[in-house]
């Protein structure tokens, strides 16, 4: 036997979104004799269905474009030569889902998450699978920070003190004590006092 049947457009236990699945591949080769349209087509649940075909070397892809695709589904090449050589493959696909955790959850640096999973099929064949796997949160990252140290400015600011009382003595001191100053960030100013006399020339 010179036929050779290889790259099924999906691979073992690989699977497919229904969306993306344009049509069914597979390549038919022999590299002895010549490979027949006639003779090479796609059977769908036993039942020879339309096949189109593309050439390449020693051979031809076949393709194969399913309609609504659900639930289980078997399929085979049948492939033939010139030399009225035969030979057939067949492949048996599985419907299902493709199930993503999309939750966002913080489970803690350098932590060790269980997960589990039970899926029930009630459609063809009743049964129930479980699959455990596991998976460790990264730990927290760190790195050595540089800091700038600043002097804090100062300005100066003026102030005018407007007494209340307008009678004042000659030869007498006078004492004015400042306090209770801070600024809008609550650092406060030290109790200030001066005294002056008033002269009498």
């Excluded at 036997?1 to 969306?19: A, R």
């Excluded at 590299?31 to 006639?38: A, D």
């Amino acid at each position: 036997m010179t036929i050779l049947i290889d790259n099924f457009s999906i691979n073992v236990e690989e699977w497919l979104p229904i969306v993306d699945l344009i049509s069914f591949t597979v390549d038919v080769v022999d590299h002895e004799h010549t490979i027949t349209t006639s003779g090479t087509y796609f059977i769908h649940d036993e039942e020879i269905v339309s096949t189109s075909y593309s050439g390449i070397s020693d051979g031809y892809r076949c393709y194969y474009d399913p309609p609504t695709i659900s639930g289980e589904v078997n399929l085979t090449i049948h492939a033939e030569n010139n030399n009225s050589d035969t030979k057939e493959e067949g492949y048996y696909l599985l419907y299902g889902y493709n199930v993503k955790f999309n939750e966002l959850i913080d489970w803690g640096p350098k932590r060790e998450v269980v997960t589990t999973v039970d899926v029930k099929n009630l459609a063809f064949c009743p049964n129930v699978e479980t699959d455990t796997f596991y998976f460790e949160t990264a730990d927290l990252h760190s790195c050595n920070l540089g800091a700038t140290i600043q002097a804090v400015e100062s300005v100066d600011l003026n102030a005018t003190i407007f007494p209340q009382n307008t009678f004042f003595f000659y030869e007498r001191t006078y004492t004015i004590k400042v306090s209770g100053i801070q600024d809008f960030a609550g650092n406060k100013m030290s109790d200030f006092s001066f005294s002056f006399t008033i002269e009498n020339k």
